[in-house]
C-alpha cells in the first residue's frame, strides 16, 4: 500500500529501528524491493534519483508504475515513493506526478535560503498529504573523480530545519555516497548525537549507507536514525551477478539470451541484499 513516509519513521524512532529507502533504476529493481519487502513483512522507502527518474521516462512514469505493481503484486506492507536530493522545481514535478514522500536538498543553499525554501515545501507536501525530508550540511561523496570526506551538520542549523516541520532530517554526520575512501574516519556519532539531543523525536537519515560497518550502523540508529539510503550496494551485487553470468556464458546456451533470463540473477541479488539490509536495519516484522 503506498503511503507517506511519515508515520512508518515515527514508528521506528520509537522503535529503535531503521527503514532502508532502497533507490530504483527499472521494472526489475523495483519488483526486486517490493517483493522482497512483502515476504520481509517490512515497510520500505523506494528512491528515485532526478536521474533514474530521467532514465525510466519521468517521474509519472515512475509513480505510474510503483502504483501499478503495488496494486497488481498485491504489496500489502507501507511502501513509499520518495524523490531523492530533489531541487526545488523536481519537488513540484514530483508531487504532481504522485510521488507520496519527496526530498528537498537545499544544503547548497545559505540557510536562510534553505528555510525559506523548505517551509514552503513542507506547507505544500504536507497540505497533499505527503512526507518531507530536508538536508543539512552537504554529505560527501565522488564528484568529477573526487572523492570528498564527509562533511558534519551544524546541530543548531539542523534544529532550525527541523522546527519547519518536515517529517526526516539527513544531517551529515562524516558519511558520503558511493564507496567509502580507505582512510575514511568513520561516523562522527558526536555529531550524531547532538543533532538527536536538540531535534528530539525527529527521525534522522543516514545517507551514503553503503559500505558503512554494522556495528556503527546499529550505533547510529541506537542515537536516532531511522531512515538509511542504500543505493551503490544494490548496484554493485546487480552487476556482480549479471557479469558471472555472462562470464560463464550462460547468454551462449539455448535461450540463455532472453533477457528475462539475463537479468535473473541481478534481480535474485538485488533480493538478497536487501533482505540483508532490513534484517541489518530491524524493519522485518515491523510492517
Ligand atoms: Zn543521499
Known amino acids: 500500500m503506498l503511503v507517506s513516509a511519515a508515520e512508518m519513521l515515527k514508528k521506528a524512532k520509537a522503535g529503535?529501528?531503521?527503514?532502508?529507502?532502497?533507490?530504483?533504476?527499472?521494472?526489475?529493481?523495483?519488483?526486486?524491493?517490493?517483493?522482497?519487502?512483502?515476504?520481509?513483512?517490512?515497510?520500505?522507502?523506494?528512491?528515485?534519483?532526478?536521474?533514474?527518474?530521467?532514465?525510466?521516462?519521468?517521474?509519472?512514469?515512475?509513480?505510474?508504475?510503483v502504483k501499478a505493481m503495488v496494486e497488481s503484486l498485491n504489496i500489502t506492507v507501507p511502501v513509499a515513493i520518495h524523490l531523492d536530493h530533489g531541487?526545488?522545481?523536481?519537488?513540484?514535478?514530483?508531487?504532481?506526478?504522485?510521488?507520496?514522500?519527496?526530498m528537498f536538498d537545499g544544503s547548497h543553499y545559505p540557510i536562510?535560503?534553505?528555510?525559506?525554501?523548505?517551509?514552503?515545501?513542507?506547507?505544500?507536501?504536507?497540505?497533499?498529504?505527503?512526507?518531507?525530508?530536508?538536508?543539512?550540511?552537504s554529505i560527501g561523496g565522488e564528484e568529477d573523480g573526487v572523492v570528498g570526506m564527509g562533511e558534519c551538520a551544524d546541530p543548531e542549523e539542523c534544529k532550525k530545519i527541523a522546527d519547519l516541520g518536515v517529517d526526516m532530517l539527513a544531517a551529515g554526520i562524516g558519511n558520503i555516497h558511493g564507496k567509502y575512501p580507505?582512510?575514511?574516519?568513520?561516523?562522527?556519532f558526536e555529531t550524531l548525537d547532538a543533532v538527536q539531543q536538540l531535534t528530539g523525536e525527529m527521525p534522522l537519515v543516514l545517507h551514503g549507507g553503503t559500505g558503512i560497518p554494522a556495528d556503527m550502523i546499529q550505533k547510529a540508529i541506537s542515537l536516532g536514525v531511522s531512515k538509511?539510503?542504500?543505493?551503490?550496494?544494490?548496484?554493485?551485487?546487480?552487476?556482480?551477478?549479471?557479469?558471472?553470468?555472462?562470464?560463464?556464458?550462460?547468454?551462449?546456451?539455448?535461450?540463455?539470451?532472453?533477457?528475462?533470463?539475463?537479468l535473473a540473477p541481478g534481480y535474485e541479488a538485488i533480493k538478497a541484499t536487501v533482505k540483508e539490509k532490513m534484517e541489518l536495519f530491524g524493519s522485518v516484522g515491523k510492517a
Open 16 to 65: 529503535h529501528y531503521a527503514v532502508g529507502q532502497f533507490n530504483i533504476n527499472n521494472l526489475e529493481w523495483t519488483k526486486a524491493v517490493l517483493t522482497t519487502a512483502q515476504e520481509c513483512n517490512s515497510p520500505v522507502i523506494l528512491g528515485v534519483s532526478a536521474g533514474a527518474g530521467k532514465y525510466m521516462g519521468g517521474f509519472k512514469v515512475v509513480a505510474d508504475m
Open 228 to 262: 538509511i539510503n542504500v543505493n551503490t550496494e544494490c548496484q554493485l551485487s546487480f552487476t556482480a551477478a549479471t557479469r558471472a553470468y555472462i562470464e560463464a556464458g550462460k547468454d551462449l546456451v539455448g535461450k540463455g539470451f532472453d533477457p528475462r533470463k539475463v
Open 182 to 188: 580507505e582512510n575514511w574516519k568513520g561516523l562522527s
Open 87 to 102: 531541487t526545488y522545481e523536481d519537488c513540484y514535478k514530483c508531487i504532481k506526478a504522485g510521488f507520496s514522500s519527496i
Open 112 to 137: 536562510e535560503e534553505n528555510i525559506a525554501k523548505t517551509q514552503e515545501l513542507v506547507n505544500v507536501a504536507h497540505a497533499l498529504g505527503l512526507s518531507i525530508e530536508a538536508e543539512v550540511g
